[in-house]
């Protein structure tokens, strides 16, 4: 970071943000925006929800604060506009470019010490993975609620003669099924990867902000700007890094380990979030 609050960055890599949901958190990137600068700036898909956008349209000014950002920055640097499952309108504009910004299915990108990447949103594989959705809302503090649930669900079971069941265990195992279902993500996208030659996978989808090492290759998950408020960084020496937006300033995401470092420990804590597509 400079004098002036501004952290500059090689490349910066967004995914998931789902402008035109009531659940994009616009206004606090809006302020990440502002708070970098960087030589390019990736889009990892899913940035408009078009499948929000044509039902209950929940487009606020701050939406359009972010398009403005984007078009500001996009004066200044590259920008390469991957689109995802739920922008998927942006694919008739695939090989197209506009100004600086550039419509790319997937994109191969050159870190500073001379790895290559494999841009893409990931969706694609989820006819392999087959993650489902109704997962969602699953998380820790869902879990939490489940289990306060189970035990008012049981009050009632017991009244009604039937005998206990859990409802917070039934839940807990969804959500193992959630976790092994990323890892499996993971380790498709990374498989991809490798027959590519490339020296890792950059990709948002599953709204799971993590660097790690598998299978000798870089997976690395921008996150998403509706739970996480997260991106994933390049710096200028090529190394990669996963950051949070959070009390106005720019913090390592705790759940993510440096690309270079293959940090068992905090594999297996990345490994424990609950992640689902998006
Ligand atoms: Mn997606």
């Not at 958190?25 to 708070?35: G, I, P």
């Not at 889009?43 to 487009?59: S, T």
Request: net charge positive.
């Amino acid at each position: 970071m400079n004098g002036t609050g501004i952290t500059s960055y090689r490349t910066v890599f967004l995914s998931d943000i789902h402008l035109g949901t009531r659940w994009c958190r616009a206004k606090e990137l809006c302020a990440f925006l502002s708070a970098i600068r960087c030589e390019r700036l990736y889009l990892v898909g899913d940035i408009i929800d078009g499948w929000k956008l044509g039902r209950r349209p929940g487009w606020l000014r701050a939406h359009n604060e972010v398009i403005r950002g984007l078009l500001k920055m996009s004066q200044r640097m590259e920008i390469v506009y991957i689109p995802g499952n739920h922008d998927t309108f942006m694919d008739a504009f695939d090989g197209k470019r506009f100004g600086r910004i550039s419509v790319r299915k997937e994109a191969v990108h050159e870190n500073a010490d001379g790895r290559s990447f494999l841009v893409v949103h990931g969706d694609e594989f989820d006819a392999v993975v087959r993650c489902r959705k109704r997962l969602a809302w699953l998380g820790d503090r869902a879990y939490r609620a489940a289990q306060w649930m189970s035990a008012l669900l049981n009050v009632f079971r017991s009244s009604l003669g039937f005998g206990y069941w859990s409802l917070s265990k039934f839940l807990k195992q969804k959500v193992k099924d959630a976790v092994m279902c990323a890892g499996h993500f993971e380790d498709v996208l990374v498989r991809s990867a490798l027959r590519r030659g490339v020296d890792g996978v950059v990709c948002g989808h599953i709204h799971n902000p993590v660097i790690r090492n598998l299978r000798g290759l870089v997976y690395a998950n921008c996150g998403d700007w509706i739970e996480n408020c997260s991106a994933l960084v390049e710096h200028f020496d090529g190394s990669m890094e996963v950051v949070r937006w959070g009390r106005e300033r720019i913090s390592p995401c705790g759940n993510a380990a440096p690309a270079s470092v293959s940090s068992a420990s905090a594999a297996s804590a990345a490994r424990n979030a609950p992640s689902v597509p998006g």
